[in-house]
């Protein structure tokens, strides 16, 4: 069974940084893909940026140049580092593996930015 943990939420002020971590644990391929997505109350759940086990990366425009995303695939951990903060990324932030040809997703982890 392939569990998904995420850490590093809480309430921020307009342009601090934070850092958000997801480790996986169970049967996890060497070849997956770890991703971050974020939903606000009332709407859709968006992709924020995704990462390759090779470490090829893709952002939403909406985070580009304020957030990185990377991993450590001894340790089955994704990061996203997020830099810049905006009201607007105020969202509950999830981790989502793709692995085996299935997606797993943690709970999720609150981010408020707030002043």
């Known amino acids: 069974q392939v569990q998904l943990v995420e850490s590093g939420g809480g309430l921020v002020q307009p342009g601090d940084s934070l850092t958000l971590s997801c480790t996986a644990s169970?049967?996890?391929?060497?070849?997956?893909?770890m991703g971050w997505y974020r939903q606000a109350p009332g709407k859709d759940r968006d992709l924020v940026a995704t990462i390759t086990s090779g470490g090829r990366t893709n952002y939403a425009d909406s985070v580009k140049g304020r957030f990185t995303i990377s991993r450590d695939n001894a340790k089955n951990t994704v990061y996203l580092q997020m830099n810049s903060l905006k009201p607007e990324d105020t969202a509950g932030y999830y981790c989502?593996?793709?692995?085996?040809?299935?997606?797993?997703w943690g709970k999720g982890t609150l981010v408020t930015v707030s002043s």
């Open positions: 169970g049967n996890i391929f060497r070849d997956n893909l």
């Open positions: 989502r593996l793709y692995n085996g040809g299935l997606p797993y």
